[in-house]
């Protein structure tokens, strides 16, 4: 990915006239690009990599794969947060890590925490660098070094079980390199988040990813079947079966454990026949209240498509609508979207049951059309994200998640938390939401949010943040749903688990990680 924004240069296209009017009309933005820096300009901290640490980490990869290099140390600087992508643009020198190490398989990524761990240098495991809630900063707390350990060489496929439907893929491997060579075997795994087309396997799993398929195929910790995680403390192998009795399930430790406990460099996981067709169908609603309930309805009644999105209606006429219209059906309100997947029989039979659901609920069919616009474009809106930068908007998102009894209310405090806290910083607000995943007794929310940049954007941004933790927390949400918690999260996690809690997680990273050099300031509070 490029190293000051998402994605590849290919998919960065310049906003249209009639965006850049209304940002002008709503936030006074000129719609004139603020100026970026090429990458060799971009001053970074001097490494504090010694020159014996450098030997003895090329000892266990060689000296290929320990890389000082200037590019390779920007590129592992952070993730793909708004808060990232800010600071890679600011002036001035940037933190980075002191080196980035390619380890090759399992028993280097060992070698190299045991000799990390033996000489104080701090750990950031790296898959596809896109964490969005700075679980990838190199933070090097206590630590004068602090490394990132880029998994990209473990990349295969080690074993396929087609009786038993599972696969054997290495953490290194990104979503759609999984997907090409799971096809080869008429495969599937079925995750597709937003960020699939950068992000690694490894990254799924540790971080919980739920992908935009999650109502058909669950998320990425419902496909895990068995990991093999490296620690400073030797290899932990889990996951015998399908399903145990044999004591709480160690698995659930690093699902999760976003390098703080751990790294995964092999992940056994469910897979499926690749889908015989797709079915689409969209759907319009008076209100987002009415909406939700369609869903709620729908997957209650164990009728879920394999993609069930609900858009209320900031961002359905904001991001969905073209003058009112939507391939080429009108829509009023809230636009769902449901896609099917699956053979023939089956397709036909849940959509049925589905259909006549949503329509009971109060929802209008509008046909294929806007279903197959949204799956067209489902990777593409991070690229809006940079060209809003670009043009001195504010655009961040933030998800969470509760009982559906607890919907209604829990989206209003978000959303009011948000507006009052920009609004009062001297900027308007655009707030957009979205259900993406939805359970038989909740949903996920997933909010957007727009504002014109001010003098300070990290500093405007992170008193927005901290006003909606806190309505998170005191509305009784949960403070992530699938973006993980990384270092932005991090102090709502005492709220989250409680004070006992918190002292069970130290417990056992102190058993796996004695030192404390894997991922510092992330997670575990």
Known sequence: MVWDAWGIPAGHKPLSAQVRNLLAQVFGISGDPLARRDEGDVPLRASALRQDARAGLSAVVGAAHVSVDHDDRLRHAGG??????????????????????????????????????????????????????????????????????????????????????????GAGLTGPRAEELLAAHGLSLGHFPQSFQFASIGGFAATRSSGQA?????????????????????????????????????????????????????????????????????????????????????????????????SDEAETGVNLARAGDIGGAA??????????????AHVAARSAEAYDLLAAAGGKALGETPAREWEHGRFAAPYMRDALLDLGVLCETLETATNWSNLSELKAKVTAALTDSLTAQGTPALVMCHISHSYPTGASLYFTVIAKQLDDPIAQWHRAKNAVGDAIVASGGTITHHHAVGADHRPWMSAEIGELGVRVLRAVKAELDPTGILNPGKLVP
């Open 331 to 344: 829509v009023t309100g809230c636009l769902a979207v449901t896609t099917f997947e699956g053979s023939a």
């Open 80 to 169: 793909k947060s708004t808060p990232d992508l800010l600071r890679r643009r600011a002036q001035g020198p940037q933190d980075a890590p002191d080196a980035v190490v390619f380890p090759a398989d399992h028993e280097q990524v060992l070698a190299v925490l045991a000799y990390c761990a033996e000489n104080a240098v701090a750990v950031v495991p790296f898959g596809g660098g896109t964490s969005v809630v700075g679980g990838v900063e190199p933070l090097r707390g206590r630590f004068a070094t602090v490394i990132a350990l880029d998994l990209r060489r473990l990349d295969t496929v080690t074993g396929i079980d087609p009786i038993s439907g599972t696969a054997v893929l």
């Open 214 to 310: 999650s109502a058909g195929y669950g998320r990425f910790d419902d496909m895990v079947q068995r990991l093999r995680v490296a620690t400073p403390s030797g290899t932990m192998d889990m996951g015998r079966a399908p399903a145990s009795a044999a004591g709480p399930d160690l698995r659930e430790l690093f699902v999760g454990s976003e390098g703080t406990l751990g790294v995964i460099t092999e992940v056994t996981v469910r897979v499926h026949p690749v889908p015989e067709t797709t079915a689409y169908q969209a759907w319009s609603f008076p209100d987002f209240a009415t909406g939700a309930a369609a869903l709620r309805a729908v997957v209650q009644a164990g009728a879920a498509p394999t993609v069930l999105r609900l």
